[in-house]
């Protein structure tokens, strides 16, 4: 990496010296004000920091920061990776990030998918991973395809390398604005966001999973060259060559993001059996997944923001016997419309019990009554275990589902487990 401007300079210093001031007095990791201090010093500093890295920019609507952790992790083999696994995914972020390990060559960012073409003009990455799109906080966000449209006109400016899910056709098609490709069959579990066409606004034909292509404008999934066989657990690299996933975080989802981090890391350079190996050393993401035990309870912690989400996690519950509770608040990083509760089918948890959370815990319920689905109101995790051990005093195992900040109230209970 180039030697930084002298304004640059000053302007790392102080966002570092903020960030630490922050985390010294508790009110947070510092990542968003250390950056915000560095950019009022120096507005060019993203771009500064960038200079002479091998950046690798993750962008989607779920499973950014696991993917983008996934990522770091394979690239380690080489030694320091610039990330901020850990979520702060704004510009403010990515500065703090790139300014706490100034001498690693290798980065990976996590990146809003709005904030998406502003970082790729600033950092020039070499590689941008996308894997998929979904309606999220609409009361905030515009409509997927606009996004999509953006992210491609982007790309299209820019020698970044690709590396996309071929199986999500608006992810598809702004990737296909970029001068170079790698495609990866990563699978779309949800695609009630995408049956037009967004080239021409057909109607996706979709006769075989995964493949789709629209009969009006000839617009095709493109080929990959990377897929998982989620039946066998397997990787299927570009030579043919298979390799057992094993990994320690659960379902499609995380196969899928893994195949993401396994085509990026080869970009680097890593070996496939590499990448995945390092993979397997990870058991949780930023809390997700994470299980703690409490009251002889063991708490398994699952994050689901939008239906997209909800419908992943609701694939890896353990089976009907294990409880489940449902978490969802409103607050500014949830988004403050909750009608995207409408969208998700809950009538797979008609067999379980299942306990609602939350400040938004009456939308939640109203939503259950209607797909018919038996609940229980409360107002902690403890409450729920207490009432639940002295009904069934073997009980030995509950799941939370609970959107962001839900999730972070709850992992904060729990002393911010990781």
């Not at 640059?8 to 990542?31: I, Y």
Request: charged share 25%.
């Amino acid at each position: 990496m180039s030697e930084l401007p002298l304004r640059a300079q000053l302007a790392s210093v102080l966002g570092r010296s903020a960030a630490g001031l922050s985390r010294a007095t508790g009110r947070g990791d510092g990542s968003v004000i250390g950056g915000r201090v560095a950019l009022k010093v120096a507005p060019d500093l993203l771009g500064e920091l960038s200079r002479g890295r091998r950046l690798a920019l993750v962008s989607a609507t779920n499973g950014k920061t696991t993917t983008t952790r996934l990522i770091a992790q394979a690239l380690r083999e080489f030694g320091g990776v610039a990330t901020n696994e850990y979520g702060a995914n704004m510009p403010t972020g990515h500065i703090t990030a790139l300014s706490s390990d100034k001498s690693a060559i290798n980065g990976v960012l996590e990146v809003d998918e709005k904030y998406l073409p502003q970082v790729i003009e600033a950092t020039q990455p070499a590689f941008v991973v996308l894997m998929n799109l979904s309606r999220d906080q609409m009361d905030r966000a515009s409509e997927i395809n606009l996004l999509a449209k953006k992210w491609r006109t982007a790309l299209g400016k820019t020698n970044t390398h690709v590396i996309a899910n071929a199986d999500d056709p608006l992810v598809a098609w702004a990737g296909l604005g970029a001068p170079n490709a790698t495609w990866v069959s990563a699978g779309q579990r949800w695609k009630e966001d995408s049956w037009c066409c967004p080239e021409c606004g057909g109607h996706l034909k979709r006769d075989t999973d995964p493949y789709w292509e629209c009969p009006e404008c000839g617009l095709t999934r493109p080929r990959a060259t990377w897929s998982v066989d989620n039946d066998a657990d397997t990787l299927v690299a570009p030579e043919g060559q298979r390799i057992k996933l094993q990994l320690n975080l659960p379902g499609d989802a995380n196969r899928a993001n893994a195949a993401i981090a396994a085509a990026t890391a080869a970009g680097y350079g890593i070996h496939p059996e590499r990448t995945i190996e390092r993979l397997r050393e990870i058991k949780s993401v930023a809390g997700r997944y994470t299980s703690v035990v409490t009251m002889g309870v063991e708490v398994r912690l699952l994050l689901s923001k939008n239906p997209a989400g909800w419908l992943e996690s609701f694939a890896v519950l353990d089976p009907p016997r294990v409880p489940v509770i449902l978490a969802v608040n409103a607050q500014v990083p949830d988004g403050k419309d909750t009608s995207w509760l409408w969208d998700v089918d809950y009538r797979v948890l008609r067999d379980r019990r299942v306990f609602v959370m939350g400040e938004r815990r009456t939308d939640l319920a109203l939503r259950l009554e209607t797909d018919g689905v038996p609940f229980e109101v409360a107002d902690r995790v403890d409450e729920v275990l207490g009432r639940l051990k002295s009904e069934r005093p073997d009980i030995t195992k509950v799941d939370v589902i609970a959107n962001y900040t839900a999730f972070q109230q709850i992992r904060t209970a729990y002393g911010r487990v990781q």
